[in-house]
């Protein structure tokens, strides 16, 4: 599968990715989501540098995503249970 260059923007730079061919609605549905995340971060907290605002947001992704894979497997225990 040949991947393509893509270009994105976030924080006012921008960076060439690789994509996946008919991925690129995806790709841009994700810069969309990681950006309301950096604007919510900028908004709540005080750091100044990208770089910070940058790690604070992908701990606060990565956080949000480790709490739904722990419901999803919470979920998916109970209903082993029922079948049992």
């Given at each position: 599968?040949?991947?393509?260059?893509?270009?994105?923007?976030?924080?006012?730079?921008?960076?060439?990715?690789?994509?996946?061919?008919?991925?690129?609605?995806?790709?841009?549905?994700?810069?969309?989501?990681?950006?309301?995340?950096?604007?919510?971060?900028?908004?709540?907290?005080?750091?100044?540098?990208?770089?910070?605002?940058?790690?604070?947001?992908?701990l606060?992704?990565?956080?949000?995503?480790?709490?739904?894979?722990?419901q999803?497997?919470?979920?998916?225990?109970?209903?082993?249970?029922?079948?049992?």
């Amino acid at each position: 599968m040949t991947q393509r260059m893509v270009k994105i923007s976030l924080l006012g730079k921008e960076y060439t990715v690789n994509c996946p061919p008919g991925q690129g609605a995806q790709l841009r549905h994700v810069v969309e989501e990681v950006e309301k995340r950096i604007e919510d971060t900028q908004k709540k907290t005080m750091l100044q540098t990208n770089e910070n605002i940058l790690i604070m947001t992908a701990l606060n992704m990565a956080s949000d995503l480790l709490e739904q894979k722990n419901q999803l497997d919470l979920l998916q225990t109970g209903k082993k249970r029922k079948v049992s």
